[in-house]
C-alpha cells in the first residue's frame, strides 16, 4: 500500500485566492511526523511545513497552514493568498517512529497560480 | 553556511559508462540519502545510509551502486545496469535519531542524461 497518496496531479489557482493541497498517509505507528515540501522549476526541494502525530493544534507559517485530520489520516496544505511564485510542484511526505530514517514521499501535486 | 551540495549539475552519460554523482554534506547529519525522479514524477528512494560504512537498499536500487567511507560524503555510481538512466537525482541528509520534526535538508539535484 502507498504511504503517501496525493490525488492531485494538477492544480490551478487564482492569484491571492486560497488553495488546499490534498494529502492522506497510511501508517499503524503510534508515532510519525508529516512535512509538506516545495519544489520549483529549477528542482530544489524547500520545506515549507511540518505537523507531528500528537500535536494537538494544526501547524502554521506564515501563509502555509496544513489541515491535519488523525482520524482520517489527511493532512491537507493550505495556502493562503496565493502569489505567482506559488506555482511549483507540492509534495507530502511522512517519516514513523519505527523506521526513523526513511522518508516517504507522495507523487506531488502541480500548482499553477494565473495571474 | 552549512548545507548539501551535489555536483555536477548536469552529467550527460554515453551507453555502457558507469557515472557517478557527488553527494556532500556539512550537517553534520548521520543518515543521507539518494532519490530519483523523473519528469513529472515523485521522489524514489534508491539508496539511503544511518551511518558511516552501512547503507541500505531503497525501493530502486537495480542499476545504482553506493558508499559511505565518510560521514560527509555519500557517492552514488549509475551503472551500465541501470537501462533507463536518464533523470533528476536528488540527495538529502537528515538527523538519524531523535526529534521526529528535523526535515530532510536537500541538495540541488544533478541531471542525468543517457547520450
Known amino acids: 500500500a502507498q504511504k503517501i497518496t496525493q490525488t492531485q496531479p494538477g492544480m490551478f489557482v487564482q492569484e491571492k485566492e486560497a488553495v488546499t493541497l490534498d494529502c492522506t498517509y497510511d501508517?499503524?505507528?503510534?508515532?510519525?511526523?508529516l512535512f509538506w515540501y516545495k519544489q520549483p522549476s529549477s528542482g530544489e526541494m524547500i520545506f515549507l511545513i511540518y505537523?507531528?502525530?500528537?500535536?494537538?493544534q494544526n501547524a502554521t507559517e506564515g501563509r502555509y497552514s496544513l489541515n491535519f485530520q488523525k482520524a482520517r489520516k489527511s493532512a491537507n496544505l493550505v495556502i493562503s493568498a496565493s502569489q505567482l511564485g506559488d506555482s511549483a510542484m507540492y509534495f507530502c511526505?511522512?517519516?514513523?517512529?519505527?523506521?526513523?530514517?526513511?522518508?516517504?514521499f507522495g507523487s506531488g501535486t502541480k500548482l499553477n497560480v494565473k495571474p | 553556511d552549512g548545507g548539501i551540495t551535489q555536483s555536477p549539475k548536469y552529467l550527460f552519460r554515453k551507453e555502457g559508462q558507469n557515472v557517478t554523482l557527488s553527494c556532500e554534506q556539512n550537517?553534520?547529519?548521520?543518515?543521507m540519502y539518494w532519490y530519483r525522479q523523473d519528469p513529472g514524477q515523485g521522489l524514489r528512494l534508491i539508496y539511503y545510509?544511518?551511518?558511516?560504512?552501512?547503507?541500505q537498499k531503497g525501493d530502486i536500487a537495480e542499476g545504482y551502486s553506493v558508499s559511505r567511507e565518510k560521514k560527509e560524503s555519500f557517492p552514488l555510481t549509475v551503472t551500465s545496469a541501470q537501462k533507463n538512466p536518464t533523470a533528476f537525482y536528488l540527495c538529502?541528509?537528515?538527523?538519524?535519531?531523535?526529534?521526529?520534526?528535523?526535515?530532510?535538508?536537500f541538495g540541488q539535484g544533478t541531471r542525468l542524461t543517457v547520450v
Open positions: 538529502a541528509s537528515s538527523i538519524a535519531a531523535g526529534r521526529m520534526n528535523t526535515e530532510a535538508f
Open positions: 501508517t499503524s505507528d503510534p508515532s510519525y511526523g
Open positions: 505537523q507531528g502525530s500528537y500535536d494537538q
Open positions: 511526505a511522512m517519516r514513523e517512529i519505527y523506521n526513523f530514517n526513511k522518508f516517504y
Open positions: 550537517l553534520n547529519h548521520d543518515a
Open positions: 545510509s544511518q551511518i558511516v560504512n552501512d547503507f
